[in-house]
Nanobody, 124 residues
């Protein structure tokens, strides 16, 4: 049974950084695209970034380009979301998700497996 577990959320001041991890169990990452999503209170869940292990290709929503970086830690079978220059509007619950196949997309409806989420709060 595929499981995804997020970690690394917390409280950070504007301009700070956080590193989120998505650990996959019983999963060969090469067969999946892994995505990061977020949901702020009162808003719909939105795609933030995704990573395709087979070739390292990535995709980002415009609002995080140049600030967030998605990558894979092969040794730990995890996907990392490094978040720099954080803004208050980045505050949300962040989820990782997996979809079978190789289509690079951050459309929420395209993902089948979801983690439980981790809270990120950016505030002074």
């Amino acid at each position: 049974q595929l499981q995804l577990v997020e970690s690394g959320g917390g409280l950070v001041e504007p301009g700070g950084s956080l590193r989120l991890s998505c650990a996959a169990t019983e999963l060969t990452l090469d067969n999946y695209v892994i995505g990061w999503f977020r949901q702020a209170p009162g808003k719909e869940r939105e795609g933030v970034s995704c990573f395709r292990s087979r070739d390292g290709r990535t995709k980002y929503v415009d609002s995080v380009k140049g600030r967030f970086t998605i990558s894979r830690d092969n040794a730990k079978n995890t996907v990392i979301l490094q978040m720099n220059s954080l803004k208050p509007e980045d505050t949300a619950v962040y989820y990782c998700a997996a979809r079978w196949g190789q289509v690079l997309t951050i459309a929420t409806s395209q993902y089948d497996y979801w983690g439980q989420g981790t809270q990120v709060t950016v505030s002074s």
